[in-house]
């Protein structure tokens, strides 16, 4: 089973959708049972930064998402953040403030430079920085799906998977162990990102043996 975390926040559907049209028995799901019994987890998200911390909090999922993050930082189940799923990993951001994240992974997450038009929405291309399974049968400079108008700034340059340029490059995918977490959105990037989500669920399959 693999369960997508309902915090109030996301875009639940669709996600749930693409996985399930990948052959994934999919659970959305708040309960943390789900979470700690789950094949792999996904953390999805549509929206601010500091809601989606509290209503984690809320419903008691903080450290539930944390700890499953942290476990697949050393190679554990599967993780998967998109979009604000990925800004949440980070130690703070400055959306409208500054914010305490899951601090799963060290950087913090800020907004485009002034001039650039944000929300980053549509279409762009994301340059694989190394390799990774997560990227297995994909081209180089794939085209993806964006709608964000923050991006994290990792603290480390190894856990960059992928960079995007707008107004610069910066980190549009990133890992650590078996936690992957993507700006872009796979489930509404065509058959490149189903392509992606099948790969993700690979890995889950190749940990359960």
């Known amino acids: 089973m693999i369960a997508v975390v309902d915090y109030g926040l996301g875009n639940l559907k669709s996600v749930a959708c693409a996985f399930a049209r990948c052959g994934a028995d999919v659970r959305v799901t708040s309960d943390p049972r789900d979470i ?5 987890v996904v953390l999805p998200g549509v929206g601010a930064f500091e809601k989606a911390m509290g209503n984690l909090r809320r419903l008691g999922l903080l450290d539930p998402v ?81 709608a964000h108008s923050y991006r994290a700034e990792p603290a480390r340059a190894d856990l960059t998977l992928g960079e ?26 065509g058959g490149t990102g189903l392509k992606m989500i099948r790969n993700f669920l690979r890995m889950a399959e190749e940990r359960r043996g």
């Open 164 to 189: 995007t340029d707008y107004g610069g490059a910066y980190a549009s995918a990133v890992s650590r162990g078996t936690l992957f977490a993507l700006q872009f959105h796979p489930e509404k990037s």
């Open 66 to 146: 944390r700890e499953a993050a942290a476990a697949a930082t050393a190679g554990g189940r599967p993780f998967l953040g998109i979009c604000l799923g990925l800004q949440l990993l980070f130690e703070k951001s400055f959306e409208h403030g500054e914010h305490g994240g899951l601090a799963v992974l060290p950087g913090i997450v800020a907004r485009f430079a002034a001039g650039l038009k944000v929300p980053h929405m549509g279409w762009n291309r994301v340059r694989q920085n190394r390799g990774s399974p997560l990227f297995d049968g994909i081209e180089d400079w794939a085209y993806f799906y964006f």
């Open 36 to 40: 700690a019994a789950a094949a792999a």
